[in-house]
């Protein structure tokens, strides 16, 4: 059975820092690449950070500069370090896992943690 489960969330005020975490189970994690999405309300599903599992990495042109996604494969877990914090942040982040090797297999997702920026 496959699980993300994130956690890191939380209120912070603009200008400051949350990291968020995804440990997954129950995959391959040398096989999956790794990305966080966020969803705020009234808007699409849209793409944070994406790591390959050649390590390269793509952010979202908002994100830029402010957030720094990594990840552990000991530990199977994805973290998303966000700084420098703006309201506009404020969303449910989504952790995914798509397999790179397998096209046939399903994206996996997590249930989302939420992320609130204001004073």
């Known amino acids: 059975q496959v699980q993300l489960v994130e956690s890191g969330g939380g209120l912070v005020q603009p200008g400051g820092s949350l990291r968020l975490s995804c440990a997954a189970s129950?995959?391959?994690?040398?096989?999956?690449?790794m990305a966080w999405y966020r969803q705020a309300p009234g808007n699409q599903r849209e793409l944070v950070a994406r790591?390959?599992?050649?390590?390269?990495?793509n952010y979202a042109d908002s994100v830029k500069g402010r957030f720094t996604i990594s990840k552990d494969n000991a530990k199977k877990t994805v973290y998303l370090q966000m700084n420098s914090l703006k309201p506009e942040d404020t969303a449910v982040y989504y952790c995914?896992?798509?397999?790179?090797?397998?096209?046939?297999?399903?994206?996996?997702w997590g249930q989302g943690t939420q992320v609130t920026v204001s004073s």
């Open positions: 995914n896992a798509r397999n790179v090797v397998d096209a046939t297999s399903p994206d996996y």
């Open positions: 129950g995959i391959i994690f040398s096989m999956y690449a």
């Open positions: 790591l390959t599992i050649g390590s390269r990495i």
